[in-house]
T-cell receptor, first 112, second 114 residues
Framework: AQTVTQSQPEMSVQEAETVTLSCTYD???????LFWYKQPPSRQMILVIRQEAYKQQNATENRFSVNFQKAAKSFSLKISDSQLGDAAMYFCAYDNNNDMRFGAGTRLTVKP | KAGVTQTPRYLIKTRGQQVTLSCSPI?????VSWYQQTPGQGLQFLFE???????NKGNFPGRFSGRQFSNSRSEMNVSTLELGDSALYLC?????????????FGPGTRLLVL
């Protein structure tokens, strides 16, 4: 079974600084998708960034970027120039179209 | 502790039918949230139930409804199914106390509408 591990239950960052959230996963598949979702207390799931496993280039969306290490099965999220609105739960997810798995989440606090 | 369970795991329906999906949360958890996962739209929030009351709701039509029982088990119902309802439906449970606690996701129910 595929598992997704987020080893940091909580992280804190100063406004305008950079923070990296870790995610590792376990799979025997070669083609799959990886996601980072942001979830505020309202429960809405906001897709932050998506990475296709066959693409070597790391995905980037404005202040959000990933460090995708396929061989190491690592998929970390870097948030640059952190803003107060970035405070939320962040979930790492794996999807190979047949099965979807989520990490336990990392609670990010942004200090003004 | 047993994890979140969802039944059935797979379902095939035809347009116009209705369907009911079930989610049993982790023992002690009072919050159950439902999500729809499609390739094109990603993961979208449907609604959240806490102590038998709908506490949060996403932007889905009224054909999507849910309820929660006194034992925290939750059901989701979709009436008058459309082809676009084909998706993976996930539920997640949590203690529900703050909105910031960890959610635990079930394996999902994959619905195919023909």
């Amino acid at each position: 079974a595929q598992t997704v591990t987020q080893s940091q239950p909580e992280m804190s960052v100063q406004e305008a600084e950079t923070v990296t959230l870790s995610c590792t996963y376990d799979t025997s598949e070669s083609d799959y998708y990886l996601f980072w979702y942001k979830q505020p207390p309202s429960r809405q799931m906001i897709l932050v960034i998506r990475q296709e496993a066959y693409k070597q280039q790391n995905a980037t969306e404005n202040r959000f970027s990933v460090n995708f290490q396929k061989a190491a099965k690592s998929f970390s999220l870097k948030i640059s120039d952190s803003q107060l609105g970035d405070a939320a739960m962040y979930f790492c997810a794996y999807d190979n179209n047949n099965d979807m798995r989520f990490g336990a989440g990392t609670r990010l606090t942004v200090k003004p | 502790k047993a994890g979140v369970t969802q039944t059935p795991r797979y379902l095939i329906k035809t347009r116009g039918q209705q369907v009911t999906l079930s989610c049993s949360p982790i023992s002690g958890h009072r919050s159950v949230s439902w999500y729809q996962q499609t390739p094109g739209q990603g993961l979208q929030f449907l609604f959240e139930y806490f102590s038998e009351t709908q506490r949060n709701k996403g932007n889905f039509p009224g054909r999507f409804s849910g309820r929660q029982f006194s034992n925290s088990r939750s059901e989701m119902n979709v009436s008058t199914l459309e082809l676009g309802d084909s998706a993976l439906y996930l539920c997640a449970s949590s203690s529900g106390t703050s909105g910031w606690e960890t959610q635990y996701f079930g394996p999902g129910t994959r619905l195919l509408v023909l």
